[in-house]
């Protein structure tokens, strides 16, 4: 079993920063692709950004040059590192795990809202 933990969000301005953290019991992340999604009011969720097991990063055109992923030293965290935050960034930001080509473990979210 996997339990994926998000936390970090919170209520900010426009142009502040955030670092959402995604832990995680169990397996470490390393040998499998790591996802954070995120969710609006009214719309369905959507891809943000990814980490492969070999290190390489893919994002969403609509937060790549702000966000950043990245792995923790523990092995067992990721980060999503969220600058220059806009108000269409406002969601709930849900971590992920794949396996077998498929995210199959998510965690319950956390909430980032950004106002003007």
């Known amino acids: 079993q996997v339990q994926l933990i998000e936390s970090g969000g919170g209520l900010v301005q426009a142009g502040d920063s955030l670092r959402l953290t995604c832990a995680a019991s169990?397996?470490?992340?390393?040998?499998?692709?790591m996802g954070w999604f995120r969710q609006a009011p009214g719309k369905e969720r959507e891809f943000v950004a990814a980490?492969?097991?070999?290190?390489?990063?893919y994002y969403a055109d609509s937060v790549k040059g702000r966000f950043t992923i990245s792995r923790g030293n523990a092995k067992n965290t990721v980060y999503l590192q969220m600058n220059s935050l806009k108000t269409e960034d406002t969601a709930v930001y849900y971590c992920?795990?794949?396996?077998?080509?498929?995210?199959?473990?998510w965690g319950q979210g956390t909430q980032v809202t950004v106002s003007s």
């Open positions: 169990g397996r470490p992340f390393t040998r499998y692709t």
């Open positions: 992920a795990q794949e396996e077998g080509g498929k995210y199959r473990y």
């Open positions: 980490l492969s097991w070999s290190d390489n990063t």
